[in-house]
């Protein structure tokens, strides 16, 4: 048992002590200006000490336009939120974890942003759903502006100088980039959020350019040895049971594009990861990716809260495993899982309000 999750790995040359990772999970708690403080020192810090071999952060945003997403979600723009995050770096590599930013424009699913009053994504579509309540939203989604060519130009700007601040200055170890759960660069993805016929929409393959086109900016500026990852969903959190019209076949152009441009692992989220990825096939869409893109390290998330769980996934189709809920209980879940020892469930004050949690208590 568990023979695979302890093994080491890497990730573009830099070394990973065990195939476990913390998921990204928006905490929504940094200050209204979106600076990291010693609370976030902790909480991180803690899921590095508790023997995670990498910790994925929650979203971060990208820009003083259109892309924050949450009240109180951390920025990575100003020198203040910059310097922030250096402090939560530094607290985390003293544990020996590799993290990883994870960079997000909310698009339409924005429902707070200091900088602008309204909402842009890839056409004028009001999102389906409800705004999140426990990050401190209510009622409809607002009806966004459709981007321009200069708005999107400025938008993979920002990924790109984001990921420099994140890695140069910040000091982590790479980016991800949130391509998925219904986002901006998954509002592009996605066949009924983006209605463009210019070249950003069309086809599965024609609404994937942004985020290719984000991919190479963020390589460019990085350079070709920082980890450079990205995630990828059918599932949104407006839109839960989503699935890709274009089936298997559009995962398989989807997945295989991403590794044509370069990145160092495809993260693949799905409610329930072993579950398969469409109702006319068996395989789970790791098992896709894993298919697709042969030579790219494959990240799997979604209900793996056993290390039994996690180790069937890496068995048949992942090289690691990103944990989310069951890290929040458990923020020593690789510990726990290497001495066979219980795990907690999660509490049910965790998720609501998750600014109030206590990383002392979890
Ligand atoms: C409180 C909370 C916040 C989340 N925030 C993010 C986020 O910022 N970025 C992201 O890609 N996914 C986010 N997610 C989704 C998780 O990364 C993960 O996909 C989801 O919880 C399913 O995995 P699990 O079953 O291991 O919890 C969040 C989930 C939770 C519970």
Known sequence: MTSRLFTPAALNGTPVKNRAMVAPMTRISASETGVPGEMMQRYYA??????????????????????????FQPGIVTDEQVAGWRGVVEAVKEQDAVFIAQLIHGGALSQANIYRRSTAAPSAVKPVGQQLSFYHGQGDYAQPEAMSDRQIQQAIDAFAASAERAVNRAGF???????????????????????????????????????????????????????????????????????????KAGAVK?????????????????????????????????????????????????????????????????????????????????????????????????????????????
């Open 46 to 71: 803690s899921f590095a000490r508790g023997g995670f071999g990498a910790v994925i952060s929650e979203g971060i945003y990208v820009d003083q336009a259109w892309s924050q997403t949450y009240a």
């Open 254 to 362: 989807v997945f295989a594009q991403l590794q044509a441009a370069g990145v160092d692992y495809i993260h693949v989220t799905e409610y329930q990861a072993w579950q398969p990825a469409f109702s006319d096939g068996e395989q789970t869409f790791a098992e896709i990716a894993r298919e697709a893109a042969p030579d790219t390290a494959i990240v799997v998330n979604g209900g793996l809260d056993t290390g039994e769980l996690a180790e069937a996934q890496l068995e048949k189709s992942a090289d690691f495993v990103a944990i989310g809920k069951a890290a929040l209980a458990n923020h020593d879940w690789p510990a726990r899982v290497a001495q066979g020892a219980a795990l907690r469930d999660l509490p049910e004050n965790v998720l609501s309000p998750v600014a109030n949690i206590k990383p002392s208590e979890v």
């Open 173 to 247: 170890d790479g980016v991800e980039i949130h391509s998925a759960n219904g986002y901006l660069l998954d509002q592009f993805l996605t066949d009924y959020t983006n209605q463009r016929n210019d070249r950003w929409g069309g086809d599965i393959e024609a609404r994937l350019r942004l985020t290719l086109a984000v991919i190479a900016a963020v390589r460019a500026k990085v350079g070709p040895e920082t980890i450079v990852g990205v995630r990828i969903s059918q599932g949104k959190v407006n839109d839960f049971h989503h699935k890709w019209k274009e089936g």
